[in-house]
């Protein structure tokens, strides 16, 4: 490569570090990719007054039917909350089968176990005197286009919107450090694209096959970690030849996914 071209990468990677930055911001996950969910609407339909709810708390059942259960754990990238409508949460643990507890002045109602039907599910919890029931609204899978597939309780398919707002957060994280990285080991703007195809394939991963696994909340955010340093490693060492060594890659993906996913952790 001639002398005048390598005198304009710095400024290749420099606007690739403002387009970043000028990347939208939102909520969103970064490295450990989007949370299976369950949301929860209220219906207070069937009882005969008004009640007055203390706490819901949600179990994950290691059999199907929750003789053997724990509350989920309390942990980053783990949590589950109410409001005056309904209750929503974000869940790391495995296990399919899952029950819910209403504990109010002077009852606790319990719900029949139910299974998580899809990656975001949606319920109603309908109130009865005596119980509580999990009834399926409908559920919906991730992805990276713009179209989400949604399965309605009647067996319908149907699409909705559904930005990957989790890719661009990721990218506004890591290229930046990335492009530090680069001007520092003097390598050339190609190389970021390498960085770029090892996350889209370690986001591939963390997405639609970790979440399948029945693994704790603490084994997942280390396997994601430890998947996504080792692809983006691969896919850094072996593209970028000689330019990068196989040690300043592992340091780059190293320090990427560490910032990455304690950034991702720790949103609300």
Not at 185 to 214: H, Y
Not at 216 to 236: K, N, Q, R
């Given at each position: 490569m001639s002398a005048k071209h390598r005198r304009f990468e710095p400024l290749n990677i420099f606007l690739i570090l403002l387009a970043a930055v000028a990347l939208p911001q939102g909520t969103a996950e970064a490295d450990i990719g989007p949370h299976p969910t369950l949301e929860f609407e209220f219906d207070f339909s069937g009882l005969n007054a008004s009640v007055d709810i203390d706490e819901v708390i949600l179990f994950t059942c290691r059999d199907d039917d929750c003789v053997e259960r724990e509350e989920l754990w309390d942990v980053p990238g783990q949590t589950f909350g109410c409001d005056q409508d309904g209750c929503s949460g974000t869940l790391l643990t495995g296990g399919p089968t899952r029950q819910i507890e209403v504990r109010l002045a002077d009852r606790t109602l319990t719900s029949q176990p139910?299974?998580?039907?899809?990656?975001?599910?949606?319920?109603?919890?309908?109130?009865?005197?005596?119980?509580?029931?999990?009834?399926?609204?409908?559920?919906?899978?991730?992805?990276?286009?713009?179209?989400?597939?949604?399965?309605?309780?009647?067996?319908?398919?149907?699409?909705?919107?559904?930005?990957?707002?989790?890719?661009?957060?990721?990218?506004?994280?890591?290229?930046?450090?990335?492009?530090?990285?680069?001007?520092?080991?003097?390598?050339?703007?190609?190389?970021?694209?390498?960085?770029?195809?090892?996350?889209?394939?370690?986001?591939?991963?963390?997405?639609?096959?970790?979440?399948?696994?029945?693994?704790?909340?603490?084994?997942?955010?280390?396997?994601?970690?430890?998947?996504?340093?080792?692809?983006?490693?691969?896919?850094?060492?072996?593209?970028?030849?000689?330019?990068i060594t196989w040690l300043k890659a592992g340091v780059i993906s190293l320090v990427l996914n560490v910032?990455?996913?304690i950034v991702g952790l720790f949103l609300p």
């Open positions: 139910f299974k998580k039907e899809g990656f975001y599910s949606h319920y109603k919890l309908i109130f009865l005197n005596d119980e509580v029931k999990v009834e399926f609204v409908y559920a919906s899978e991730p992805s990276f286009g713009n179209i989400a597939t949604i399965t309605s309780v009647d067996g319908r398919i149907h699409q909705r919107l559904d930005l990957t707002m989790a890719v661009l957060f990721t990218l506004l994280v890591e290229i930046p450090l990335a492009g530090l990285f680069l001007l520092i080991f003097k390598a050339r703007f190609l190389d970021m694209l390498w960085i770029l195809l090892g996350n889209a394939i370690s986001l591939a991963v963390v997405w639609f096959i970790v979440p399948l696994l029945p693994l704790t909340a603490l084994s997942v955010t280390i396997l994601v970690l430890l998947l996504s340093i080792l692809i983006e490693w691969g896919v850094l060492g072996w593209l970028s030849g000689k330019r910032v990455s996913t």
